[in-house]
Nanobody, 114 residues
């Protein structure tokens, strides 16, 4: 059984930094771990993703500010969020994708406010 667990997030200040982590267990073989976010009243959108081989993809709104990385030994992806903006406020969800299957974490709140 696949489990996806997010940790981190919380309250950050504009211009500040936060980090979230996503641990996926029960997946064997190549996969992609991605971070999505959903603000109230808006759809869930991709923020960044990374494959087992380190191929990354970023939303235009976070390029140059956010960095995704992973530790394959732990099958854990990290999202380092710098230069935070109030518009980054959302629930951040981790997605694990493998062999045409998906699993989601429960989400973690990120709030950017002074």
């Amino acid at each position: 059984q696949v489990h996806v667990v997010e940790t981190g997030g919380g309250l950050g200040q504009p211009g500040g930094s936060l980090r979230v982590a996503c641990a996926a267990s029960g997946i064997y073989g190549r996969d992609a771990l991605g971070w999505y976010r959903q603000a109230p009243g808006k759809q869930r959108d991709l923020v960044a993703s990374i494959t087992t081989y380190g191929e990354t993809n970023y939303a235009a709104s976070v390029k140059g500010r956010f960095t995704i990385s992973r530790d394959n030994a732990k099958n854990t992806a990290y999202l380092q969020m710098n230069s935070l903006k109030p518009d980054d406020t959302a629930v951040y969800y981790c997605n694990a994708h493998w062999s045409n299957a998906d699993a989601w974490g429960q989400g973690t709140q990120v709030t950017v406010s002074s």
